[in-house]
């Protein structure tokens, strides 16, 4: 079965600090995983995609990677701003399947 | 360019009614997924469109729930006779394809349904 898991379901930390939220998955055979962000009451924003073929991509002051044959992507977000805080989803698509496959997020909180 | 957009932001209905939500994709996709996101619980793939092919409904809960979509561009979501395990943010989005590279998917800010 093709799962998405995300640890933790929440973190806190304070201003300044660099991150990492981790997305785990079943199934290596993936054709993207995409990062998002959601802010409470609100859709969802994209904030990076990673192609099977890449390892890494980079926005600002995020970056994302991806090893497939761990199953496992990180989201690194580096000198954290009270802005960021937000919950963090990943999602999957499998080569099998056109469907994105959810994480639970992760919930984060940057205290000024 | 405008991104999708969603309407109404909040419905709130009684049990029974029938609901319509409203999905506006970013002009020239011609994919178009509906995902419900109940509350604490992950996103849920309902249906999808691609083009003039026949959509996939694999992933509607029931028969009560149906979508169409006119044009090859604005999608509908109905709900017949609403239950109160229905409310949830109905979120709506569009890729430019569903094969080949690149299909990065843009959300629409969602609609809020309570199911009183």
């Known amino acids: 079965k093709q799962e998405v898991t995300q640890i933790p379901a929440a973190l806190s930390v304070p201003e300044g600090e660099n991150l990492v939220l981790n997305c785990s998955f079943t199934?290596?055979?993936?054709?993207?995983l995409q990062w998002f962000r959601q802010d409470p009451g609100k859709g969802l924003t994209s904030l990076l995609l990673i192609q099977s073929s890449q390892r890494e991509q980079t926005s600002g002051r995020l970056n994302a990677s991806l090893d497939k044959s761990s199953g496992r992507s990180t989201l690194y977000i580096a000198a954290s701003q009270p802005g960021d805080s937000a919950t963090y989803l990943c999602a999957v698509r499998w080569d099998s399947n056109y469907q994105l496959i959810w994480g639970a997020g992760t919930k984060l909180i940057i205290k000024p | 360019g405008a991104g999708v957009s969603q309407s109404p932001s909040n419905k709130v209905t009684e049990k029974g009614k029938d609901v319509e939500l409203r999905c506006d994709p970013i002009?020239?996709?011609?994919?178009l997924y509906w995902y419900r996101q109940s509350l604490g619980q992950g996103l849920e793939f309902l249906i999808y469109f691609q083009g003039n092919s026949a959509p996939d409904k694999s992933g509607l809960p029931s028969d009560r729930f149906s979508a169409e979509r006119t044009g090859g561009s604005v999608s509908t979501l109905t709900i017949q006779r609403t239950q109160q395990e229905d409310s949830a943010v109905y979120l709506c989005a569009s890729s430019s394809a569903s094969g080949g590279a690149y299909n990065e998917q843009f959300f629409g800010p969602g609609t809020r349904l309570t199911v009183l």
């Open positions: 002009s020239g996709h011609t994919a």
């Open positions: 199934d290596s055979a993936i054709y993207n």
